[in-house]
T-cell receptor, first 113, second 111 residues
Framework: DVKVTQSSRYLVKRTGEKVFLECVQD?????MFWYRQDPGLGLRLIYF???????EKGDIPEGYSVSREKKERFSLILESASTNQTSMYLC????????????FGQGTRLTVV | ELKVEQNPLFLSMQEGKNYTIYCNYS?????LYWYRQDPGKSLESLFV?????AVKQEGRLMASLDTKARLSTLHITAAVHDLSATYFC???????????FGKGTLLTVNP
């Protein structure tokens, strides 16, 4: 079974802090994704990566950056956390190429106070 | 830009009844996925539909894909309370890496 693991289930951070959300997958997938989920807005893509050190902006990249130094790990960074970044963050991976089925981690509920 | 629309967004139904959730998308694609999400949990893959006319069934749920109409349906037969969850469809389009999700359908099955 594919396993996608996010480092924290719940996080509480202060406004202005730099926040790191970590995600690790164990199936040698090429692609990794970060989404945020908010009520009424569904899942919105923040960033994705299709190879080590490669990244592309999704639909809502402002205020975020990402890092992928190793194939199995994809980090989301909130440079200076703000209250409007309070949300559920979901990491996903997919095999690559024509194989687009995404497998999700358990989610991180981030609260910025 | 690929757009994915689900309807209805909210569905309250009685146990034993049948209903269908619809997923329309705006550009050509032959890869469509259905996911389930329980409250406070992450997304779990339900169905993978990879060609026109594909039909998959699991228990009381059946999904189908019509790529010509750009439409997928998720049919619920004789609903039970355990099916209460949010259901998302997602479509692969444009660059192949990405899935675009619908807003989800919150299904509540009442006794």
């Amino acid at each position: 079974d594919v396993k996608v693991t996010q480092s924290s289930r719940y996080l509480v951070k202060r406004t202005g802090e730099k926040v790191f959300l970590e995600c690790v997958q164990d199936m040698d997938h090429e692609n990794m994704f970060w989404y945020r989920q908010d009520p009424g807005l569904g899942l919105r893509l923040i960033y994705f990566s299709y190879d080590v050190k490669m990244k592309e902006k999704g639909d809502i990249p402002e205020g975020y950056s990402v890092s992928r130094e190793k194939k199995e790990r994809f980090s989301l960074i909130l440079e200076s956390a703000s209250t409007n970044q309070t949300s559920m963050y979901l990491c996903a991976s997919s095999p690559g190429g024509a194989y687009t089925e995404a497998f999700f981690g358990q989610g991180t509920r981030l609260t910025v106070v | 830009e690929l757009k994915v629309e689900q309807n209805p967004l909210f569905l309250s139904m009685q146990e034993g009844k049948n209903y269908t959730i619809y997923c329309n998308y705006s550009t050509t694609s032959d890869r469509l996925y259905w996911y389930r999400q329980d409250p406070g949990k992450s997304l779990e893959s339900l169905f993978v539909l990879l060609s026109n006319g594909a039909v998959k069934q699991e228990g009381r749920l059946m999904a189908s894909l019509d790529t010509k109409a750009r439409l997928s349906t998720l049919h619920i037969t004789a609903a039970v309370h355990d099916l209460s969850a949010t259901y998302f469809c997602a479509v692969a389009g444009g660059s192949n890496y990405k899935l675009t999700f619908g807003k989800g359908t919150l299904l509540t099955v009442n006794p």
